[in-house]
């Protein structure tokens, strides 16, 4: 056998990292799942029937951008301070903390959601870090079995959330919230166990030291550098979005804080990130030529991260809309609607090898070069077709027609292809184009990306209250369910396009670390 056949083996420390996210996601799908429904019949009684659903959707959203919110801590924490195995053990503490805040606290608004904002610190602060872990385990020896981790990393994510999506809404239903709260509370104490238990074979790669030509200093640089006989428009540009972010916080009271506040951060990103763009060169002298060119990789992979925010505002409403659309429709008695979760795991698992052993294959052989920046552009697609099938069913519901929970099988099929592609794709994306001093930070933008999503989720919400837009809306014909259907499957497309035309001019990157 050869040296590089011998040297190119599956990390023997990668066992202990999956059994730990296995545990950790059936906890935390495990809870998720039956979030909407436990506020739905419980929590949220007190609020008019009328004004129940709406509730439920905000609460849950603004749930899923705090736990796409804190990896940015994480991130921050892990890649300057404590290091990727520090900031994941101690978070996940906190992670079973707040498991333990949602089985005590079943009657206590405050009690309730001081469990569900524990949970997003935990939870979300170790959420790049699991899979940036994970990436260090590889090294250029080794890099090619790194994709089959990911993609087993995410079946082994959706073999947890397979079986608590079917139980846990069963056991709500039989045992009640203190018992279908704490089950998941106690896989995540095994998810905390496991990882700590392989310690001592992991390879950790320790924090960065302070940076002098870190990524923010450099955008600091160009922003404020000044250039003889040139304008400063990259800083006027960034300025435009600090004042367009103190406007959306002023719009506290009406957008709520965390929509006002995650809009007021992609504000100041955006704008801060393009302005940065324009004047980038003025960094050069300043700065070394390779912490420049860093930083405009950076800005190119957020652009990208961007465009994939579409995806998320449909894939997450598969937890609020899909299943309030599934209590108007027919069903057996003893299934509850939450459990139709389980279809989209299941799915996961048998997409991932069928795609790997058939379809990548097939169409490799028809001339199809499948590339990570192809399946993510088809899979915002798919998942705007899911959309405008899952409208197709809310049309017929809002005609008259009684429609089967059976109807939800093709749009659960079609948006849980594009997850497959968008999502196991985009996490060994996000950790390969990542310069070294980034891992964590830029696998934490991924994720970020998610708590975009959901923040277009809440505003589009809060814009149909409006009663401007309720009499455009009520001008079409539709319901609001169905507007905001098709609204959101035009909104995915509109990016899937807009995605593939930027990725021909990208890139790609190798920053995988060297060989030991």
Wanted: aromatic share 14%; charged share 10%; hydrophobic share 55%.
């Amino acid at each position: 056998m050869s040296t590089a056949v011998k040297q190119a083996r599956w990390p023997r420390q990668i066992p202990y990292i999956i059994a730990s996210e296995a545990c950790e996601r059936f906890s935390f799908y495990g809870m998720r799942n039956i979030l909407t429904p436990f506020l739905m019949t419980a929590l949220l009684l007190s609020v008019p029937e009328h004004l129940r659903a709406g509730e439920a959707k905000d609460v849950f959203h603004s749930f899923v951008i705090g736990v796409y919110f804190f990896p940015l801590l994480g991130g921050w924490l892990a890649d300057r301070y404590l290091g990727k195995y520090n900031t994941i053990l101690w978070l996940s503490i906190v992670y079973v903390i707040g498991h333990l805040f949602l089985a005590l606290f079943e009657t206590s608004k405050e009690g309730f959601y001081t469990g569900l904002f524990l949970i997003a610190l935990g939870s979300g602060g170790i959420k790049p870090l699991v899979s940036a872990f994970m990436g260090d385990q590889f090294d250029q020896s080794n890099k090619a079995l790194a994709q089959k981790a990911f993609d087993i990393f995410y079946f082994t994510i959706n073999f947890g959330s397979f079986f608590a999506s079917l139980l846990m809404p069963l056991t709500l239903k039989h045992f009640g919230p203190a018992v279908a709260f704490g089950i998941p509370g106690v896989l995540m104490a095994l998810a905390t166990l496991f990882f700590w238990l392989g310690r001592h074979r992991y390879v950790h790669v320790a924090p960065e030291p302070k940076d002098p030509h870190s990524f923010l200093k450099v955008v600091k640089t160009a922003l404020l550098a000044k250039q003889s006989g040139k304008a400063n428009g990259g800083l006027y540009l960034a300025l435009v979005g600090v004042a367009l972010a103190l406007f959306s916080l002023s719009q506290t009271a009406t957008l709520g804080f965390v929509a006002a506040f995650c809009l007021a951060l992609v504000l100041l990103m955006g704008f801060g990130g393009a302005g940065a763009a324009i004047q980038l060169e003025r960094a050069r002298g300043v700065h070394p030529d390779i912490a420049v060119d860093g930083v405009r990789s950076v800005l190119r992979i957020l652009i990208l991260f961007a465009l994939v925010t579409p995806f998320w505002s449909l894939f997450d409403q598969k937890a609020s809309t899909w299943i309030l659309q599934a209590n108007e429709m027919s069903k057996p008695d003893w299934f509850e609607p939450a459990m139709m979760q389980a279809l989209n795991p299941l799915l996961v698992m048998l997409l991932i090898p069928f795609n790997h052993i058939v379809l990548y294959p097939l169409l490799e052989r028809c001339g199809v070069r499948i590339t990570a920046l192809r399946r993510m552009g088809a899979g915002i697609a798919f998942a705007g077709l899911s959309w405008i099938v899952i409208g197709s069913v809310q049309l017929a519901m809002d005609g008259g027609t009684v429609m089967s929970i059976v109807w939800q099988v093709l749009p659960y099929a079609l948006l849980t292809f594009g997850e497959v592609l968008v999502s196991a794709t985009g996490l060994e994306f996000a950790y390969s184009q990542a310069p070294a001093a980034m891992k964590g930070t830029i696998t934490s933008f991924w994720q970020l990306s998610v708590t975009v999503g959901n923040l277009w989720v809440l505003l589009a919400n809060n814009s149909i209250r409006s009663e401007t837009v309720l009499s455009h809306v009520a001008a079409t014909g539709l319901s609001q369910t169905a507007f905001l259907m098709f609204f959101f499957a035009g909104f995915a497309l509109v990016a899937a396009a807009v995605f593939a035309l930027y990725a021909r001019s990208y890139t790609m990157l190798d920053n995988y670390r060297a060989a030991a």
